[in-house]
């Protein structure tokens, strides 16, 4: 059974996000923990997690996922960024277990002129200062697009990153479609070249969850752009190549497409189920 979902906003509830995702036949999902461009985030209801929690369970979820802010980069050349980013996430950390969520979502981060080496060293500091003995959750390490000076836009950097994480039980990998194929991995015409390069590099044990996005531009453009299901460069049918492949389609997959209502996400999440069905 494929896993799909999109990303939510909490802005109404815990309880009631998971009611949404049910409503448009999502059965995963991703949503901020705080706002995605600030330092704000609400106080944690326990009777609303519990809440969330107990929609979840009904209904027969995969896991769902937290997402870094944005704003939230660890190899920034500015301390007080660097601050920020380990204040941010050592919060994000503890509000999991509140929320009842194993797995959180980082973009590894820009290195801005610093050079790949020094974003790689920065972010896997972060990760050894707030991976501690107590947290039992994931860390799910984002590939990225590769644009400007962002780090993660190869298998080898997000592998330098573990290699230098002394809790590596706790680090996983999110894969995001877009972001590998503008990176220049083609996913939609070879996702068994794209995915044996991934198992040789990191190891598809660390793959925990698939960010389902078509891309607006074509492979190896470098530009973080993402377009509907079928309405970019990878297509429907580079999209049921990667959720049939045996080794993505147990995963949990999330949509983050351009769309503003409920309505287009259930429409979008219809297509991808029927898009995995066929043969």
Excluded: W
């Excluded at 999109?6 to 949404?20: D, F, I, Q, V």
């Excluded at 939230?72 to 660097?82: E, F, Q, Y």
């Excluded at 190869?154 to 972001?179: M, N, P, S, Y």
């Amino acid at each position: 059974m494929l896993h799909i979902g999109c990303h939510l906003s909490p802005s109404a509830g815990l309880a009631r996000m998971a009611e949404n995702a049910v409503s448009i036949g999502a059965d995963t999902f991703q949503f901020f923990a705080r706002n995605p461009r600030g330092s704000k985030a609400k106080a944690i209801d326990p009777a609303d997690a519990a809440a969330m929690a107990s929609r979840l369970r009904e209904n027969g979820f995969a896991p769902v996922l937290v997402h870094a802010p944005y704003t939230l980069n660890p190899c920034s050349a500015d301390p007080k960024v660097v601050e920020f980013a380990h204040m941010a996430m050592a919060d994000d950390l503890n509000r999991l277990a509140l929320m009842g969520v194993d797995l959180y979502n980082l973009h590894p981060g820009s290195h801005v002129g610093q050079g790949t080496d020094v974003g790689v060293e920065k972010t896997a500091a972060l990760l050894n200062a707030l991976l501690t003995e107590s947290f039992s959750g994931v860390v799910l390490l984002e590939t990225m697009a590769g644009q400007g000076s962002e780090i993660g836009g190869t298998f080898e950097q997000i592998r330098a990153i573990i290699d230098r994480v002394e809790r590596k039980d706790r680090l996983g990998v999110c894969l995001d479609t877009c972001h590998v194929f503008a990176a220049g991995y083609d996913i939609a015409a070879d996702p068994d070249a794209v995915l044996t390069e991934f198992d040789r590099v990191i190891g598809l044990e660390r793959l925990r969850y698939v960010h389902l996005n078509d891309s607006m531009f074509g492979c190896g453009n470098h530009k973080d752009r993402h377009a509907a299901i079928g309405a970019g460069m990878i297509g429907c049918e580079g999209i049921r190549r990667i959720v049939k492949h045996p080794a993505l389609r147990s995963l949990p997959f999330c949509l983050e497409t351009p769309h503003e209502s409920l309505a287009e996400y259930a429409e979008e999440i219809a297509l991808v189920r029927r898009l995995a069905d066929e043969d």
